[in-house]
């Protein structure tokens, strides 16, 4: 095991304003802190680390403002989850070069994970998920992807990291990714041909006006992930003026609910908001904005832990019907009202209320459809 002090930067609580004290109500005062030494984490279940890199973008300063001003933020909130305990174990230490920062994070994401921790990364553009990536590969793990973002970084021509890190995600020999989902894309960002590549690898892109439709749809997606990563991006300006990027997106509401799912999967142990400059911001609003995505988030977590595995069918509620032509079940949580769906060959799969009405009235749903392609 490396000793992560070598890689990692304590927190500077005068920075956050701690001299203005915060009531023991707020998360301030229920955070475990790194200021002289790591805090042990064996009953911890969520890790927060600063990242300052942002070359990936073509910003070659190096800044850890953007994760202390979410830390701001987020310790004012209130603390309700007495269930879930979260450590902050500061900044991740900028590498002499990008290579090396990514070396550095997927350092400290492989001994996170190992301790079967949630790592929850703030700041940094949004290429830093490669990092994530590069952490589950050393670990040999094979992994859902999720990523929240406008625009789909895939662009090959691109020279800047932050546009073409999936590239190698996806491509990467020997593969880890058994599935990749993204979330929020939209179209006049996007080159046709780009969408039709990914459906021919059979990774479901979801367009930002079909989400916005029915958002519930979202939290089968994100359910079976294991990394996540959500550009600020996606998020229309009004709502996060740090977003240069379009005056069209997410609200924050439904930013929040992506990020409350996203904390309610049991497989989730690692999740990245990226792509925040403060210096574009007003009043620290997007600084706000990402406190509140991950409150919900930690909300999501509190949820995760009420969950029954599906194999104690006592906490289940089970529904049998004909899906093209074949018998099949359908599973409702007692505790959560999370739906699943079996597959012909047995396996159970995240599903919504709405696929069981879809089935219910002889209608394939397409979530069945698409896993039986992948089959």
Known sequence: MYDLHDFLIPIDMHSLNEDSGYNDGQLAKHIVGYNTEIPDVSAVDIVLVGIGETRGNGI??????????????????????HDTAIADFGNIKTGATLKDSYAAIKTVLTELIKMKKTVVLLGGTHDITLAQFLAYKELGMSV?????????DLRSESALRSENFLLEM??????????????????????????????????????????????????PVLRNSSLASFDISA????????????????????????????GMSSHLTSFGIYGYDPESDINELTARQ?????WYFIDGKNRSKQEAPLEDRKHFNEFNTVVAEVATVFLQSRRTSRWWMQLPNNKLIPCSYRDYQLTSQNEIPERWLREQERS
């Open 60 to 81: 070659f300063t190096t800044c850890f403002e953007a994760a202390d001003a979410i830390r701001r933020q987020l310790y004012q909130l209130h603390y309700w989850h």
């Open 290 to 294: 990402i406190a509140q995505m991950l």
């Open 144 to 152: 859902e992807a999720t990523c929240i973002d406008a625009s789909i």
């Open 235 to 262: 998020i229309k300006f009004s709502d996060a003026p740090a977003n240069k990027n379009s005056p069209n997106g997410f609200t924050g509401e439904e930013a929040c609910m992506l990020a409350r799912y996203a």
């Open 170 to 219: 996806l491509t990467s020999d020997p593969s880890v990714i058994s599935h990749y989902h993204h979330i929020g894309f939209q179209s006049y960002y996007v080159h046709p041909r780009m969408l039709e590549t990914m459906d021919k690898l059979r990774f479901d892109c979801y367009r930002l006006g079909v989400v916005k439709e029915n958002m519930d749809e979202m939290e």
